[in-house]
């Protein structure tokens, strides 16, 4: 999921779309395809790294169960009182 999340603005970028001009509160004017452009490579160097190192640890770490008995794991001990 966090994948897709970080393939959707490098996908924008690269299909395209209209480029029109905004302009911001301080009279600057912006061209959409930079703010894409900028919006991609955010999302390549944190959230597509991110992913990258965490598929590195599972090809790495494979998960492995070692199957234990629960009663192995934790003792009953019982204890009898005598009341007098």
């Known amino acids: 999921m966090y994948a897709l999340m970080g393939l959707t603005p490098v996908l924008n970028f690269v299909v395209g779309g209209n ?3 905004v302009t911001d509160a301080a009279g600057v004017v912006w061209q959409t395809r ?3 452009e900028s919006h991609a490579t955010v999302s390549i160097y944190t959230m ?3 992913v990258a190192l965490s598929a590195v640890n599972l ?3 494979p998960a492995t169960v070692t199957e ?3 009663q192995l794991r934790t003792p ?3 204890e009898v009182y005598q009341v007098r």
Request: glycine content about 0%.
């Open 68 to 70: 234990t008995s629960v």
């Open 76 to 78: 009953v001990t019982r």
């Open 19 to 21: 480029n029109t001009l």
């Open 48 to 50: 597509l790294f991110v």
């Open 34 to 36: 930079s703010i894409a």
């Open 59 to 61: 090809i790495q770490k």
